[in-house]
């Protein structure tokens, strides 16, 4: 069997990491076929958009894609969010965003903790317009139940693979009465297709408390869009910030794994950039692969290195990206 993936390195520090995942990878026992293809700022000085159909058909014929990186460029009318565009293209409904306590200072201890945002409408849907004298704008918040049910239904189908006991409903049905209200009526239905599975709701602005409170009190989250994209960078700063943390954007038969951070221009080509979010992320699609045994040989080599120290700057250290990934693939107990 031999792995057909898609590498987006993308723009600024993202070749760095994605190198980084290649090498890893490719330190391991199994076959891949590695398929370079274009997106972001770079894809668009080349071919006039930052998501060619071609890559699109690649992350189609793909087992999973890995994607490093995009910059949004200033001033350019039109230019469109390739991240935001290929999961409605692709319909990679859920974002699901893993935290967990990590062996390093900067992470707090006891959180196991998974965010399940919906991914591809909410305040993100694109339906926006501006009065012509420019005195009000508009963003229209789309819930559906289709989407609803598919981002909630992973929730609860994760919450059981993973042997979780919780799943925590997040809205704002109190004042978005329509389209929270619709989300959440959506989950109490398909809560009931699951009594193992405790539920509870909770309103967004008390959550955002609560992360910082309490954490060790979640298990699943599952919300929308916009939410879930506040929580989740909330979330990742309780464990170590984004130099750790990583995403999949999972559909039915597509999946693209990612590190939550940008493209760094500040540090792009010193070697600085940290590539362990991106290993997670690594990690996490050899999950999604049913290769949990090598998933779990590098996260256990990432803990390794952590345990000792041998970390990028981000996290006090003192090692580059190159000595980072060198270090990870000599721990990792082939
Ligand atoms: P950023 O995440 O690129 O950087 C924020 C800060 O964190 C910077 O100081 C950077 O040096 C540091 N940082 C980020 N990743 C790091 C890593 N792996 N190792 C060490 N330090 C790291 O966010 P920023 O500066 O707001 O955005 C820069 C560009 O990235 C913008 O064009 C933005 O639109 C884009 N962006 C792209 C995302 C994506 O591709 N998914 C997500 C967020 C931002
Ligand atoms: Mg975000």
Request: net charge negative; with cysteine; hydrophobic share 40%.
């Amino acid at each position: 069997m031999t792995y057909k993936i898609c590498l987006l390195a993308g723009d600024g520090i993202g070749p760095e990491v994605i190198n980084s995942a290649e090498q890893v990878l490719s330190a391991l026992p199994i076959a891949w076929d590695f398929i370079h293809a274009s997106m972001g700022y770079a894809a668009y000085q080349q071919y006039g958009t930052p998501l060619p159909d071609f890559t699109l058909d690649e992350m189609r014929n793909a087992h999973a894609t890995l994607l490093g990186a995009v910059t949004t460029p200033p001033g350019i009318p039109n230019y469109f969010s390739p991240v935001v565009r290929f999961r409605q293209e692709l319909d990679l409904f859920a974002n699901i965003r893993p935290c967990q306590t990590l062996p390093h200072p900067s992470s707090q201890p006891g959180i196991d903790l998974i965010i399940v945002r919906e991914n591809t409408e909410g305040l993100y849907a694109g339906v926006e317009r501006v009065d012509e004298d420019k005195e009000r704008a508009v963003t229209e918040r789309i819930i559906t139940r289709h989407a609803s049910e598919q981002v909630i239904r992973k929730a609860f189908d994760l919450a059981r693979s993973e042997n979780r006991s919780k799943v925590t409903l997040v809205h704002k049905a109190n004042v978005l009465r329509q389209t929270c209200g619709l989300f959440r009526e959506v989950g109490q239905g398909i809560a009931t297709d699951y009594p193992d599975t405790e539920f509870e709701e909770m309103l967004v602005d008390n959550c955002a408390m609560q992360l910082i409170r309490a954490p060790e009190q979640f298990d699943v989250i599952v919300t929308t869009n916009l939410f879930g994209d506040i929580l989740s960078d909330e979330a990742s700063m309780l464990v170590g910030g984004l130099g750790v943390a990583y995403s999949g954007n999972i559909g039915q038969d597509v999946a693209v794994f990612e590190p939550v951070h940008g493209s760094a221009p500040d540090i792009v080509g010193k070697n600085q950039a940290n590539p362990i979010a991106t290993l997670f992320a690594t990690a996490m699609m050899l999950d999604h692969l049913k290769e949990a045994e090598y998933a779990e040989k590098i996260r256990k080599a990432i803990f390794s290195c952590m345990e000792a120290g041998e970390v990028p700057q981000d996290l006090g250290g003192s090692q580059t990206t190159t000595e980072t990934t060198q270090k990870i693939i000599n721990r990792l107990d082939i």
